[in-house]
């Protein structure tokens, strides 16, 4: 399941309501957050940005440092770092 996202950066805006915060890119809408507690709402978009936004160089990193390890010294970081890498790409 290796869907296409929207590009990146994303980034916060919020509603003329001030409901809900939007997170958008190019001032299209991507995803919004809501809550009766607005900070909360605003707390949550800002967490999906920062995972979007790092989230292929985190997965780059990894794989990078996978590289690295020997494996029959560190066979079982190897493993733990490719389950998180399929976990992260929906597989």
Not at 3 to 30: M, N, Q, V
Not at 42 to 66: G, K, P, Q, S, Y
């Amino acid at each position: 399941m290796n869907l296409k996202h929207a590009p990146t950066p994303w980034h916060l805006a919020s509603t003329a309501d001030g409901y809900f915060t939007c997170i958008e890119r190019d001032d299209r809408l991507i995803a919004r957050c809501g809550s009766s507690d607005f900070l909360q709402a605003e707390r949550d978009a800002a967490f999906v940005v920062r995972a979007v936004n790092a989230h292929e160089e985190l997965i780059d990193t990894l794989r990078m440092v996978i590289e690295d390890l020997q494996e029959d010294e560190y066979g079982y970081l190897i493993k733990m770092a490719e389950q998180a890498i399929a976990k992260a790409e929906g597989e």
